[in-house]
């Protein structure tokens, strides 16, 4: 069973970057597709982009597109969310996933989240 961690979250002001961390043990993660989802305060759980295949074909959210890059190093087995540009609207937890190679349509694992707070 893949376990996964966050880390890199953090306080911002608008403009700023970030970049997040999803490290996996328990298994190969390049053997799993990797997405990033978030979840505003009153809000639904929002699909960020992810890693369908183990090289990193990335499909984004339009919210997004343009200022976040997922990437993976699977000599490091860990996912990468880079967050250019901030707005004070990608305030939110973002959480990691782990699930079956190829496909977006389906999570097993998840992590614990990562607080991502974007001052104005």
């Known amino acids: 069973q893949v376990q996964l961690v966050e880390s890199g979250g953090g306080l911002v002001q608008a403009g700023g970057s970030l970049r997040l961390s999803c490290s996996a043990s328990g298994g190969t993660f390049s053997n799993y597709a990797a997405g990033w989802f978030r979840q505003a305060p009153g809000k639904e759980r929002e699909f960020v982009g992810g890693?369908?295949?183990?090289?990193?074909?990335?499909y984004s959210a339009d919210s997004v597109k343009g200022r976040f890059t997922i990437s993976r190093d699977n000599a490091k087995n860990t996912v990468y969310l880079q967050m250019n540009s901030l707005k004070p609207e990608d305030t939110a937890v973002y959480y990691c996933a782990a699930g079956p190679i190829g496909t977006m349509r389906r999570f097993d694992y998840w992590g614990q989240g990562t607080q991502v707070t974007v001052s104005s």
């Open positions: 890693c369908r295949w183990s090289d990193c074909t990335t």
